[in-house]
């Protein structure tokens, strides 16, 4: 017995239809590279799925301060860190953007005094 199935779902079109991105996609890659050069996004990937989602991913640096504060407030005290933000999502074919949550990593750059 030979069945003929033909899959229906996902957004826009059957699932069969890959090809490449939409037009509606390629708009919101734009906007994402865009805005990327303006804050400094860093390793900005776009892949594309089997059933036509692309996936993008990307990384923010930015110098944070712990500040230690108290009676006897001291800039010299606050202690510097390199905080590392890894950002990614999803674009589906109609142009829906499902953001996941970020991950952050801190590296000590400065230790204050104590």
Same mark, same amino acid.
Do not use: A, H, Q, S
């Given at each position: 017995m030979v069945m003929n199935l033909q899959y229906f779902g996902g957004r826009g079109a059957s699932s069969k239809i890959v090809g490449t991105r939409t037009a509606q996609q390629s708009a919101k890659m734009n #906007? $994402?590279?865009r805005v990327g050069k303006k804050d400094g996004y860093k390793n900005l990937k776009f892949t594309m799925d089997k059933d +036509? /989602? $692309? #996936?993008y991913s990307f990384e923010t640096t930015r110098i944070v301060t712990k500040v230690h504060g108290g009676k006897m407030i001291d800039p010299s005290k @606050? @202690? /510097?860190y390199e905080r590392t933000e890894y950002n990614s999502g999803k674009i589906f074919k109609d142009g829906l953007i499902k953001r996941n949550k970020s991950t952050k990593s801190e590296r000590l750059v &400065? &230790? +204050?005094r104590r």
């Open positions: #906007n $994402i590279t +036509g /989602v $692309i #996936n @606050d @202690d /510097v &400065k &230790k +204050g």
